[in-house]
């Protein structure tokens, strides 16, 4: 098992990939290369603060130039041919490596995957998972920000992707599939989501119907599906969420001159807790990160990346495809 990780995408590359790469590699149980791709003399600079890291595990492909989050995605990833995602997802592409990782600019990751490994066949849109916490478990929102326009049958590849990762990577029989919208009735929302909700109901999936936004945390459903405008709005609201209530919490506490588990409750909020987001739907392994990502998040997209390889993923969503578009599927 290879895993190659962008080592300058993130806002203090390369010092973040390198501490949670090397987290990963001594935590992990499950045994697996670690390809950094970067730069490489400040990649080899930053090793040398972890004298216990496990060199031969570890392999540096260099790639001089980065991919910054201001520039378009498409022309710098045509542009920038030796960028640290252009080159990471080549040789994935090339299948020198099993994954490919970057907490870099989300759109050229997007838009390298689509131009370098390319979407399934039967992909009308490959689409972001994103987890986020509930009441009673974690739920995964598709799409979380690829496709901010979308068609009724595109939401309805989101459900199968979502529900294969949720089957396959968490551990979730029959995951329950919800449809993001403003009321509970089908009737509810606009043309694409009664249309969606149609579509759905017919799918031979386990659709629990259209979700509510109060219906989110109370786990009406593992698998949520939405628009990426209006999943990516729900998914930064969610990330904000965190911070917003610890400092009430910690102003309470003081006040009350008490003492609260703060960080118990800041895991089940903190995204890093999830590692990155998959990139469902393309011929590969991709998982995106946020930019600023601790090491931590670094090191459970690390795992993340090996439970989807040990998963068989993209084979299991190929499948799944192939059996919707199969005379006399679901779809």
């Not at 201001?70 to 080159?87: F, G, L, Q």
């Amino acid at each position: 098992m290879r895993i190659a990780l962008d080592a300058m995408g993130s806002d203090r590359a390369p010092a973040v990939e390198v501490a949670g790469a090397i987290g990963a590699l001594h935590s992990l149980e499950v045994g697996f290369q670690l390809v950094f791709v970067g730069d490489r003399e400040k990649i080899e600079q930053e090793l040398l603060r972890f004298p216990d890291a496990p060199r031969d595990r570890i392999e540096i492909v260099h790639a001089p130039q980065r991919i910054e989050m201001n520039e378009s995605p498409v022309a710098a990833v045509r542009r920038k041919r030796d960028s640290s995602i252009a080159v990471g997802l080549d040789l994935h592409a090339k299948r020198e490596v099993d994954a490919f990782i970057s907490a870099g600019s989300t759109g050229a990751v997007l838009a390298g995957s689509l131009m370098i490994l390319g979407a399934l066949p039967g992909v009308e849109r490959p689409s972001v998972g994103a987890i986020m916490p509930s009441s009673k478990g974690h739920i995964l929102l598709v799409d979380a920000g690829a496709n901010v326009d979308t068609r009724p049958s595109h939401l309805l590849q989101f459900a199968h992707l979502g529900a294969t990762y949720a089957a396959d990577i968490m551990g979730v029989p029959s995951p329950r599939v919800g449809l993001l919208s403003v009321g509970a009735e089908p009737e509810k929302g606009d043309e694409r989501t009664i249309q969606a909700h149609q579509l759905l109901t017919s799918s031979g999936l386990n659709f629990v119907g259209n979700i509510e936004g109060r219906d989110i945390i109370g786990h009406r459903c593992d698998v949520l599906v939405s628009d990426g405008f209006a999943g990516n709005v729900l998914l930064k609201f969610y990330e904000s969420v965190a911070g917003f209530f610890l400092q009430l919490l910690e102003e309470a506490a003081a006040k009350a001159n008490a003492s609260i588990d703060l960080q118990s409750l800041y895991r089940v909020l903190d995204y890093a807790e999830y590692g990155g987001a998959p990139l469902l739907g393309v011929d590969g392994v991709v998982i995106i990160c946020h930019g600023g990502s601790p090491p931590y998040a670094i090191s459970n997209a690390i795992r993340v990346a090996t439970q989807s390889i040990e998963h068989d993923l993209v084979s299991r969503i190929r499948n799944r495809v192939n059996s919707i578009r199969a005379p006399g599927g679901v779809s």
